[in-house]
């Protein structure tokens, strides 16, 4: 009967450490797109990349996912949504992709939208307003900056973690 008690003591102890360990994580994004065809599709998209939910705003074009950081990442997410034929801030859908799109979903792109890789030979590929940091994505306006070895920003940047990583 004790070895009953423990057994379950012990399981119920591991549940708890997972369950603690698991995080939801709400992100905001934005992605391209123009109706209700699209929410749709980006929707759908996001939530088989893992999200809990997903919810588009076709005014603002901004994404906001809800998802475990144990089960999925937003740059899980934004892939997928690329996948779909949806240019994003992590991810650029292929042409081929975008081709796919039903005519009212097809939206301008622009050249805004960067990929996830920002720094390609040392230097920040990403527009001019914006550098390399947290994790090799470019998240704070400034100028393109030289990266330097140890996932270090050069020339004075403004970066306190680590910078120009490249995946």
């Known amino acids: 009967m004790k070895k009953q008690y423990f057994f379950s003591l012990l399981i119920s102890a591991m549940l708890s450490v997972t369950l603690v360990m698991a995080q939801t994580v709400t992100e905001r994004f934005q992605v391209s797109g123009n109706c209700g065809m699209c929410k749709s599709k980006i929707e759908k998209a996001a939530k088989a990349a893992g999200a809990s939910s997903a ?5 603002s074009k901004e994404l906001v996912v809800s998802f475990d950081s144990g089960n999925s990442s937003v740059t899980q997410i934004q892939q997928k949504i690329a996948e779909v034929g949806y240019d994003n801030a992590g991810a650029r859908a292929t042409d081929a992709a975008y081709d796919k799109l039903h005519g009212c979903c097809k939206y301008e792109r622009t050249a805004a939208v960067a990929s996830t890789d920002c720094c390609k030979g040392g230097v920040c590929s990403k527009s001019s307003e914006k550098n390399c ?22 020339k004075g940047s403004d970066c306190k973690k680590s910078c120009c990583s490249k995946s």
């Open 55 to 59: 919810a588009w705003n076709e005014d």
């Open 133 to 154: 940091c947290k994790g090799g994505k470019c998240t704070a306006s400034s100028k393109k900056e030289e990266c330097s070895k140890g996932d270090k920003c050069a």
